[in-house]
């Protein structure tokens, strides 16, 4: 059965609930189908999403100058203060 004969066959019994044993598997597994389908996209678009944002805050992006604490201390922007954190900036 190709998939458009599938797809066709979901169509036209959409409104209609299946009666004999044959059309209840039928119903389950294009149900199961189109299941499947949609939880891969879902994966599919969290993933790239995930990797888009994780490939945002580089040190390409940031720029890993010399920063100066309080306490007179010189640390690297990126590699000291930011890298692998949670941060917030503030300019006043």
Request: net charge negative; hydrophobic share 45%.
């Amino acid at each position: 059965m190709s998939d458009i004969s599938v797809a066709e066959g979901f169509i036209q019994d959409w409104g209609q609930c299946p009666s004999t044993e044959k059309e209840v598997r039928q119903h389950d597994m294009r149900r199961l189908l189109i299941a499947a389908s949609l939880l891969t996209f879902a994966a599919t678009l969290i993933l790239s999403l995930v990797q888009a944002h994780a490939g945002r805050w580089r040190t390409d992006y940031v720029l890993n100058v010399p920063a100066v604490t309080q306490d007179r201390q010189v640390l690297r922007f990126y590699d000291d203060l930011i890298q692998d954190r949670i941060f917030v900036l503030n300019f006043i």
